[in-house]
């Protein structure tokens, strides 16, 4: 987004109440990912400079588009904007997740009776809750989340706008994001008010290794196999100082019509599926955007000093070890004895973009037996996030995964993976990746340490 129109939102941003906008973010104390990462509580700072870039993410497009009177957003609110902004957004509805944590800072009209909708793909999430403003978290491919927040009418027959908003950093730029601009997914202990009681302890932030039994506190889930212990539709409460939950009686759930109006959201479920694929790319989406933060700051370093300094360099390595281990799924939850329903409609929407390999392999074909995906490798390298970032960090990225699925033998670690199955991905790649190094088709061997960064 150019400058001028970024302090044009911002004015008028600013001249409203503040509203800090969370799209995701379940209140929970910010946990163990600060220990071993680098803090970025710097990106509005040169070399990342957050607020001087031309933003170039989904949302702000939409909005260059109706600075010019080329789009409108219409003069409604409630579920025909929400309809709108997912269609025009390319966000499917059947992506809904229900929420009835009261941790957005539209808490107030957030109960088990109200809930906030939260829809997504790979670029953009957006959320909204009956009787309140919809939200959107849109991707740019060099710094991360941008924020919206609507900015409804004030006359009869006004458009609808949208307004970029700063105060959302307390926690969408705060330690559980390591400082960054990025989406938050967390679980709490939540009353029958939708109040959060406490933190599950252990977990700064949702991913596909979180265990079952610690996720979705504050969330509902519809269609979840009975033998599945999770937090979703559960309520606590504090007794002697003690978390109590039952967390057997509402475990698996068809519908959610005892809970709620169901008519007042588009869809009247929040599909086990959806969550399962969210969790994993909330987590997979700030990896990667911490990646392109530091493999920016390596670069900067060179530039500036001759070269990265030691802690730079020591940081980066272990920092994108840790980036290829989480998109090969090396510490994901099984799914091993749980039989996941099968949807559809969200499958349709989901597999759309989907890149085809060989025999009509792609990294989005489901499992749902003992994992997610047949072929563990994140979709997320698909996104906009990661095609559009610096070819140096996909370079350290693609080195990794080399070394990993070319050799005979999986290095230690990965040896989890089914005969064939890295042989799929590597000609998965091969075939839907044009940015992939030149050694890639050749089949030299390389080392695993950085490459030539």
Same mark, same amino acid.
């Given at each position: 987004?150019?400058?001028?129109?970024?302090?044009?939102?911002?004015?008028?941003?600013?001249?409203?109440?503040?509203?800090?906008?969370?799209?995701?973010?379940?209140?929970?104390?910010?946990?163990?990912?600060?220990?071993?990462?680098?803090?970025?509580?710097?990106?509005?700072?040169?070399?990342?400079?957050?607020?001087?870039?031309?933003?170039?993410?989904?949302?702000?497009?939409?909005?260059?588009?109706? +600075?010019?009177?080329?789009?409108?957003?219409?003069?409604?609110?409630?579920?025909?904007?929400?309809?709108?902004?997912?269609?025009?957004?390319?966000?499917?509805?059947?992506?809904?997740?229900?929420?009835?944590?009261?941790?957005?800072?539209?808490?107030?009209?957030?109960?088990?009776?109200?809930?906030?909708?939260?829809?997504?793909?790979?670029?953009?999430?957006?959320?909204?809750?009956?009787?309140?403003?919809?939200?959107?978290?849109?991707?740019?491919?060099?710094?991360?989340?941008?924020?919206?927040?609507?900015?409804?009418?004030?006359?009869?027959?006004?458009?609808?706008?949208?307004?970029?908003?700063?105060?959302?950093?307390?926690?969408?730029?705060?330690?559980?994001?390591?400082?960054?601009?990025?989406?938050?997914?967390?679980?709490?202990?939540?009353?029958?008010?939708?109040?959060?009681?406490?933190?599950?302890?252990?977990?700064?932030?949702?991913?596909?290794?979180?265990?079952?039994?610690?996720?979705?506190?504050?969330?509902?889930?519809?269609?979840?196999?009975?033998?599945?212990?999770?937090?979703?539709?559960?309520?606590?409460?504090?007794?002697?100082?003690?978390?109590?939950?039952?967390?057997?009686?509402?475990?698996?759930?068809?519908?959610?019509?005892?809970?709620?109006?169901?008519?007042?959201?588009?869809?009247?479920?929040?599909?086990?599926?959806?969550?399962?694929?969210?969790?994993?790319?909330?987590?997979?989406?700030?990896?990667?955007?911490?990646?392109?933060?530091?493999?920016?700051?390596?670069?900067?370093?060179?530039?500036?000093?001759?070269?990265?300094?030691?802690?730079?360099?020591?940081?980066?390595?272990?920092?994108?070890?840790?980036?290829?281990?989480?998109?090969?799924?090396?510490?994901?939850?099984?799914?091993?004895?749980?039989?996941?329903?099968?949807?559809?409609?969200?499958?349709?929407?989901?597999?759309?973009?989907?890149?085809?390999?060989?025999?009509?392999?792609?990294?989005?074909?489901?499992?749902?037996?003992?994992?997610?995906?047949?072929?563990?490798?994140?979709?997320?390298?698909?996104?906009?996030?990661?095609?559009? +970032?610096?070819?140096?960090?996909?370079?350290?990225?693609?080195?990794?995964?080399?070394?990993?699925?070319?050799?005979?033998?999986?290095?230690?670690?990965?040896?989890?993976?089914?005969?064939?199955?890295?042989?799929?991905?590597?000609?998965?790649?091969?075939?839907?990746?044009?940015?992939?190094?030149?050694?890639?088709?050749?089949?030299?061997?390389?080392? +695993?340490?950085?490459?030539?960064?």
């Amino acid at each position: 987004m150019p400058r001028k129109v970024w302090l044009l939102f911002m004015a008028t941003a600013l001249s409203k109440p503040s509203i800090v906008m969370v799209i995701v973010s379940l209140t929970m104390t910010c946990g163990h990912s600060v220990a071993h990462a680098q803090a970025f509580n710097d990106f509005d700072l040169p070399p990342h400079d957050y607020y001087e870039r031309d933003h170039d993410d989904a949302m702000s497009r939409l909005l260059n588009r109706s +600075a010019k009177g080329e789009y409108e957003f219409g003069t409604e609110t409630g579920l025909p904007l929400l309809r709108k902004v997912l269609r025009d957004l390319g966000i499917p509805e059947s992506s809904q997740i229900l929420v009835f944590s009261q941790t957005s800072l539209q808490r107030r009209i957030i109960s088990p009776q109200n809930p906030r909708a939260m829809y997504f793909n790979e670029d953009t999430h957006v959320a909204w809750m009956p009787g309140g403003k919809v939200e959107v978290i849109s991707f740019d491919p060099q710094v991360g989340g941008m924020f919206y927040f609507e900015d409804p009418p004030e006359l009869p027959g006004d458009q609808v706008s949208f307004a970029l908003r700063r105060n959302c950093f307390g926690c969408h730029g705060g330690a559980a994001t390591n400082f960054l601009p990025g989406p938050l997914a967390r679980s709490n202990f939540t009353s029958e008010t939708g109040r959060t009681v406490r933190q599950v302890p252990g977990h700064d932030r949702i991913g596909h290794g979180v265990p079952f039994e610690d996720r979705w506190g504050g969330y509902f889930v519809t269609r979840a196999p009975q033998s599945l212990e999770h937090l979703g539709n559960s309520f606590s409460a504090r007794v002697d100082d003690k978390i109590v939950v039952d967390r057997v009686v509402n475990r698996s759930k068809a519908d959610l019509a005892a809970f709620f109006d169901e008519t007042k959201l588009l869809r009247p479920d929040s599909d086990i599926l959806p969550l399962l694929l969210f969790d994993h790319q909330i987590e997979a989406h700030n990896l990667i955007m911490e990646g392109v933060y530091r493999d920016r700051s390596w670069q900067y370093e060179a530039k500036k000093w001759g070269e990265p300094t030691k802690k730079t360099r020591v940081d980066g390595e272990k920092f994108f070890d840790r980036l290829v281990s989480y998109l090969l799924f090396a510490d994901e939850v099984s799914l091993h004895g749980h039989e996941i329903q099968r949807n559809p409609v969200f499958e349709s929407a989901f597999s759309k973009n989907e890149r085809k390999g060989p025999n009509g392999q792609s990294l989005k074909i489901l499992n749902l037996n003992d994992r997610l995906f047949e072929n563990r490798l994140s979709y997320m390298i698909y996104s906009r996030s990661f095609e559009e +970032a610096p070819a140096s960090m996909k370079e350290r990225v693609y080195n990794r995964l080399w070394t990993i699925l070319s050799p005979t033998s999986p290095p230690e670690s990965y040896d989890y993976f089914e005969s064939g199955e890295r042989e799929r991905i590597l000609g998965i790649l091969k075939a839907t990746k044009t940015d992939l190094p030149e050694y890639w088709q050749e089949g030299v061997s390389v080392v +695993a340490e950085g490459s030539s960064q």
